[in-house]
């Protein structure tokens, strides 16, 4: 199975920050990557597909990059709105569709 | 709109069962893969298992195969999901989700705690 790294598991920054979050695979996957959004006590969010690919209605301080085996997802003006738990998932080749761990986003 | 209601939680004994189901609305049903993942309490998300448009294909993870079998009924609109042999490690909210590999709608969540 693929393994998904994420980095920091968790982090603090102030509004207006600019964040990145990282995503490994342990194994090339293309750009079969989407990152989503979980704000506390609600299902998951899709924000961005194919690695880079926004979803209708994300607003665009949201972005996403890489390809193979390191991904990013960025955040480039961070605000109170944003604070969750974000996911990577890979959707390569056959199942399982492995999740990252998970990095929780909060405010300073 | 899409909307995706999951039911069937509940309390389960270790090495019982369990059936979740699923009810879909807001788009046509029988041309998504559906799936299922599950988040244990305090921890991230688990792919668990995912059925295509006409149950013809089914996948799971390791840890619930044998264990675990999808279904679906297409005049329903609805996927279920059978779980036997529960274990402690099954205790998860479980979601229902439309997509084969990522997903784009989730369900509220289900919640299935296994204990004795």
């Known amino acids: 199975d693929i393994q998904m790294t994420q980095s920091p598991s968790s982090l603090s920054a102030s509004v207006g920050d600019r964040v990145t979050i990282t995503c490994r695979a342990s194994q090339g996957i293309r750009n079969n990557l989407v990152w989503y959004q979980q704000k506390a006590g609600r299902a998951p969010n899709l924000l961005i597909i194919d690695a880079s690919t926004l979803r209708s209605g994300v607003p665009p301080r949201f972005s996403g990059s890489g390809s193979g085996t390191d991904f990013a997802l960025t955040i480039s003006s961070l605000q109170p709105e944003d604070v969750a738990t974000y996911y990577c998932?890979?959707?390569?080749?056959?199942?399982?569709?492995?999740f990252g761990q998970g990095t929780k986003v909060e405010i300073k | 709109e899409v909307q995706i209601v999951d039911s069937g939680g509940g309390l389960a004994q270790p090495g019982g069962s369990l059936r979740l189901s699923c009810v879909a609305s807001?788009?046509?049903?029988?041309?998504?893969?559906m799936s299922w993942v599950r988040q244990a309490p305090g921890k991230g998300l688990e792919w668990v298992a995912n059925?295509?448009?006409?149950?013809?294909?089914?996948n799971y993870v390791d840890s619930v195969k044998g264990r675990f079998t999808l279904s679906r009924d297409n005049a329903k609109n609805s996927v279920y999901l059978q779980m036997n042999s529960l274990g402690a490690e099954d205790t998860a909210l479980y979601y229902c989700?439309?997509?084969?590999?990522?997903?784009?709608?989730w369900g509220q969540g289900t919640v299935v705690t296994v204990s004795s």
């Open positions: 059925i295509k448009e006409d149950g013809t294909e089914k």
């Open positions: 807001g788009f046509t049903f029988s041309r998504y893969w």
């Open positions: 998932q890979n959707f390569d080749g056959a199942p399982p569709y492995t």
């Open positions: 989700t439309r997509g084969r590999g990522w997903v784009d709608y």
